[in-house]
Every structure is written in structure tokens, then in C-alpha cells.
């Protein structure tokens, strides 16, 4: 069956880094062809998108909340999708989610596959 699995998350201060990955295992078809997405849920909160690439890589989206603060990376020769985040402050800390939707481009409905979430925690 399909697997997402995240890695990558913890306890980090405000102003600091962390970067998380996602590996797909179990997908019908060759990697490249999902677009694959990062969303992200804060306590109390709905499940918010971050960011997606395309199955190529060559195009990315952002939720206005992360432009350049985080970049979304994949390696289609791993099967696994990066998120790296710089700059994090309080406000960032959720369970982050990734995400897998069959198709070439990110198309903003409804992804087909979920992991199960890593805890991202933002100290003041």
C-alpha cells in the first residue's frame, strides 16, 4: 500500500531551522508523476496548505504565510519531498502533513495520499 512517511521534526527555538522529508513508497505509478504538497495543522486550528512542486520539480507554491521563509524540494531518484524551513517562529508550530496527488501539477484539490504527520515545536 502507499506509505508517506515524514521525518524531520522537533523542538527548535524561534529564529532557527529544520528541514523535514517525506518518502513515498508503494505509489502505482513512477514518483514524477504525483505533484506532492506539505500542509500543515495547529492546535485547535483546520489542516492549512504550505507547499506543493510539481512531479518535475519545476514549479513550486507557496501559502503567502511562507513565502521565502520555506523551499519545497523533491528527488524523484529517492522518492522523497523536502521542506525546508528557515526563520521559524512560534506561530509555525503544528503536525506538518505531506501530501501526494497524482498528476503532474499541483491542481489544489483534495490529495489522494497522506502521511502520517511530524511534530514541528517552535520555542519562544
Known amino acids: 500500500q502507499v506509505q508517506l512517511v515524514e521525518s524531520g521534526g522537533g523542538l527548535v527555538q524561534a529564529g532557527g531551522s529544520l528541514k523535514l522529508s517525506c518518502a513515498a513508497s508503494?505509489?502505482?505509478?513512477?514518483?514524477?508523476?504525483?505533484?506532492m504538497g506539505w500542509f500543515r495543522q495547529a492546535p485547535g486550528k483546520e489542516r492549512e496548505f504550505v507547499a506543493a512542486?510539481?512531479?518535475?520539480?519545476?514549479?513550486?507554491y507557496y501559502a503567502d504565510s511562507v513565502k521565502g521563509q520555506f523551499t519545497i524540494s523533491r528527488d524523484n531518484i529517492k522518492n522523497t519531498v523536502y521542506l525546508q524551513m528557515n526563520s521559524l517562529k512560534p506561530e509555525d508550530t503544528a503536525v506538518y502533513y505531506c501530501?501526494?496527488?497524482?498528476?503532474?501539477?499541483?491542481?489544489?484539490?483534495?490529495?489522494?495520499?497522506w502521511g502520517q504527520g511530524t511534530q514541528v515545536t517552535v520555542s519562544s
Open positions: 501530501a501526494a496527488e497524482f498528476g503532474a501539477i499541483w491542481s489544489n484539490r483534495v490529495p489522494d495520499y
Open positions: 508503494g505509489l502505482t505509478f513512477n514518483y514524477y508523476n504525483y505533484a
Open positions: 512542486i510539481s512531479g518535475s520539480g519545476g514549479t513550486t
